[in-house]
């Protein structure tokens, strides 16, 4: 089989989160809380990756965010917005990468669910507060491992850890 024909790999699967103690990713659209840190931190762990996101979470955002594809996965088949690659399904969204080595999905919690079973790693931030939220996402399984964790005071506390799969 020539290279030519040979299936491309997947590109590893990286989750960025943040989430409150009791859950709560998410407030009207947007994130019950504000961490500088947490907001450079995810602009590190996405610089230049292909981004997936819900239909909401790019609206959420405050525009096309630099040097990373944004590729919206929607049911709505009739949506289009400037900037997004649209896909309809997990499968046709990590096609979108190309030839990335791996992929920053970045919510909502619907997007989370559907790739963490393919998921390796996880970028959480830990917020050490019980916000109010709309939006809530249950802790992780035994199937993660912590590698990594970098705990700050602040209005809230919050911990950056990165848990690998088992």
Same mark, same amino acid.
């Given at each position: 089989?020539?290279?030519?024909?040979?299936?491309?790999?997947?590109?590893?699967?990286?989750?960025?989160?943040?989430?409150?103690?009791?859950?709560?990713?998410? !407030?009207? +659209?947007? =994130? #019950?809380? @504000?961490?500088?840190?947490? %907001?450079? &931190?995810?602009? $590190?762990?996405?610089?230049?990756?292909?981004?997936?996101?819900?239909?909401?979470?790019?609206?959420? !955002?405050? +525009?096309? =965010? #630099?040097? @990373?594809?944004?590729?919206? %996965?929607? &049911?709505?088949? $009739?949506?289009?917005?400037?900037?997004?690659?649209?896909?309809?399904?997990?499968?046709?969204?990590?096609?979108?990468?190309?030839?990335?080595?791996?992929?920053?999905?970045?919510?909502?919690?619907?997007?989370?669910?559907?790739?963490?079973?393919?998921?390796?790693?996880?970028?959480?931030?830990?917020?050490?507060?019980?916000?109010?939220?709309?939006?809530?996402?249950?802790?992780?399984?035994?199937?993660?491992?912590?590698?990594?964790?970098?705990?700050?005071?602040?209005?809230?506390?919050?911990?950056?850890?990165?848990?690998?799969?088992?």
């Amino acid at each position: 089989m020539s290279d030519a024909s040979r299936p491309r790999p997947r590109p590893r699967v990286a989750l960025h989160i943040a989430r409150a103690d009791n859950g709560a990713i998410g !407030l009207d +659209g947007g =994130l #019950p809380w @504000r961490i500088p840190a947490d %907001l450079r &931190r995810f602009k $590190a762990g996405t610089m230049g990756r292909p981004m997936i996101m819900g239909r909401r979470t790019f609206d959420s !955002l405050p +525009g096309l =965010l #630099p040097d @990373r594809r944004h590729v919206v %996965l929607t &049911r709505d088949r $009739a949506w289009r917005a400037a900037g997004a690659e649209v896909a309809h399904d997990p499968d046709e969204a990590l096609r979108f990468a190309g030839d990335a080595d791996e992929v920053a999905v970045i919510g909502g919690a619907e997007v989370y669910r559907l790739f963490l079973p393919i998921a390796e790693r996880v970028e959480l931030t830990e917020v050490h507060a019980a916000p109010a939220g709309d939006t809530f996402l249950p802790p992780f399984g035994p199937e993660w491992r912590e590698a990594a964790r970098e705990r700050f005071d602040g209005e809230p506390a919050y911990s950056f850890v990165t848990l690998v799969r088992r």
